[in-house]
């Protein structure tokens, strides 16, 4: 594996777009809603909105309603899916779509490899 990470965040919000949907489980909702000091009735009228697919987290002005000055309001307590980018399932079985998230994450090493991403990834569940 190279020196270099694959990933390094750089808090750009991009990956908060939520162009696929951000979707949550209901433990998820009750994290946020407690972390949000409000009861999770209110936390489902004001920040979820239903789909064909499930419930997820309402999007607007094309972000995911938590990000607020490229930062998540709930991040401590946000989404399983939110906490795995950008190691998707998707990017680390399929080296197109790994190679294709790099032209949407400015986190993604440019040169980095689909070999060293599956590494990193694995140690990172390692740890």
Same mark, same amino acid.
């Given at each position: 594996?190279?020196?270099?990470?694959?990933?390094?965040?750089?808090?750009?919000?991009?990956?908060?777009?939520?162009?696929?949907?951000?979707? *949550?489980?209901?433990?998820?909702?009750?994290?946020?809603?407690?972390?949000?000091?409000?009861?999770?009735?209110? /936390?489902?009228?004001?920040?979820?909105?239903?789909?064909?697919?499930?419930?997820?987290?309402?999007?607007?002005?094309? *972000?995911?309603?938590?990000?607020?000055?490229?930062?998540?309001? *709930?991040?401590?307590?946000?989404? /399983?899916?939110?906490?795995?980018?950008?190691?998707?399932? *998707?990017?680390?079985?399929?080296?197109?779509?790994?190679?294709?998230?790099?032209?949407?994450?400015?986190?993604?090493?440019?040169?980095?490899?689909?070999?060293?991403?599956?590494?990193?990834?694995?140690?990172?569940?390692?740890?």
């Amino acid at each position: 594996m190279s020196q270099r990470p694959v990933f390094q965040c750089q808090q750009c919000g991009d990956c908060c777009a939520g162009r696929g949907g951000i979707f *949550v489980r209901p433990e998820e909702v009750a994290a946020m809603a407690a972390l949000l000091e409000m009861g999770e009735e209110e /936390f489902r009228d004001r920040y979820l909105e239903p789909s064909s697919l499930g419930t997820r987290l309402a999007i607007t002005d094309g *972000v995911c309603v938590f990000l607020q000055d490229n930062r998540c309001r *709930v991040h401590p307590v946000k989404p /399983f899916i939110c906490r795995q980018w950008p190691y998707l399932p *998707v990017l680390l079985a399929d080296e197109d779509e790994f190679e294709a998230a790099k032209g949407a994450c400015p986190g993604l090493d440019p040169e980095g490899s689909h070999k060293d991403f599956v590494e990193e990834s694995r140690k990172l569940n390692e740890s």
